[in-house]
């Protein structure tokens, strides 16, 4: 008899622990301290011989960012090659910092352009944007089109 009463108190001893734990769980999930929204980094990572310059700026239903080239040669980026898997519906390439904006720009050895999304409808939850986006440009020595892939995570603002 008394061996079933130890047990039976080992198991309701432990049983009590796991409920606390589990009710403490439960109290930071509902006040939004378990949220993954708020520990998603803005990131943007660009394909070989680019890069991106800084984070990512994404609003409610639009994205900028900034790319430099590394390339070893200038090469002109138009709008009529971009696509997107984020829902933006249009694109302009701009001088750094988003003024002089059209629909091409030459990109420069060694230096940069921002690239601006709008009318986009994320699809997403929490307010966490993933996607990327998919620059063409013509390669000047080999006459080629040649893609840049920028991947792009972040939160809204």
Known sequence: MKKGQAALEFLMTYGW???????AIAALAYFGILNPS???????IAS??????????????SIMLSIGSGLGYDVTIATSGMSNNLGCVTHEVC?????????????????GLTVKL????FSTNANIVKGEIQLNYTNPQSKLTEKITVGITGKTS
């Open 17 to 23: 622990a796991i409920l606390v734990v589990l009710a």
């Open 118 to 121: 709008s009318s986009c409808t």
């Open 48 to 61: 070989s011989g680019m890069g991106c310059l800084g984070k990512p700026v994404i609003g409610n239903d």
């Open 95 to 111: 001088n750094l910092g988003g003024t002089g904006c059209g629909i091409s720009q030459t990109l420069k050895d060694g230096q």
């Open 38 to 44: 708020k520990f998603t980094p803005d990131t943007c």
